[in-house]
């Protein structure tokens, strides 16, 4: 993995770790300028719905204290991703039906699958991508503050 700001390029597709209590939170975005993107993820809120539920909305990249990492699954040099085709291959893939901890990476990693199904995404090793990033993430935690910009490495298994 290598790591830089410059690394944060619109139309490109990243792996999002949020810093939570336990784990990472895990989402995909693909950044529409140089300060915000298109996050899609799974999400429970116990008050409303009780199961994991699919969501997409603008997330800040700069100076959100949650958002520690960011890793690099596609460039936008090997072509575009539009927050259209990303959140249509997250709605192929169903939300979990349970309220169990941890369903969210498992999650991220079937949508990269469906991308690359459709010829968006190319991995070598989907496994040692999913295993390259939790250990990214779970470095990070420093990160998730105001003042500093997510951690950014591009993936070594995807191009």
Not at 27 to 46: A, E, F, M, N, Y
Not at 47 to 75: G, V
Request: hydrophobic share 40%.
């Amino acid at each position: 993995m290598s790591a830089s700001r410059s690394d944060i390029t619109v139309g490109s597709l990243y792996i999002a770790g949020f810093t939570q209590a336990r784990a990472p939170h895990v989402g995909l975005i693909v950044p529409t300028d140089s300060k915000t993107g298109c996050l899609v993820h799974i999400r429970i809120d116990k008050d409303k719905f009780p199961n994991w539920m699919h969501q997409h909305r603008t997330q800040a990249i700069a100076n959100d204290m949650f958002l520690s990492s960011l890793l690099k699954i596609h460039d936008v040099s090997a072509g575009e991703i539009t927050p259209e085709q990303l959140r249509a291959a997250a709605a192929e893939i169903p939300a979990p039906d349970n309220d169990e901890f941890g369903e969210c990476g498992p999650w991220v990693y079937r949508v990269v699958q469906q991308l690359q199904n459709v010829g968006l995404v190319v991995c070598t090793d989907l496994k040692g991508m999913a295993e390259e990033f939790e250990a990214f993430a779970a470095g990070n935690r420093a990160y998730a503050r105001r003042d500093r910009l997510p951690n950014v490495a591009v993936s070594q298994f995807c191009t």
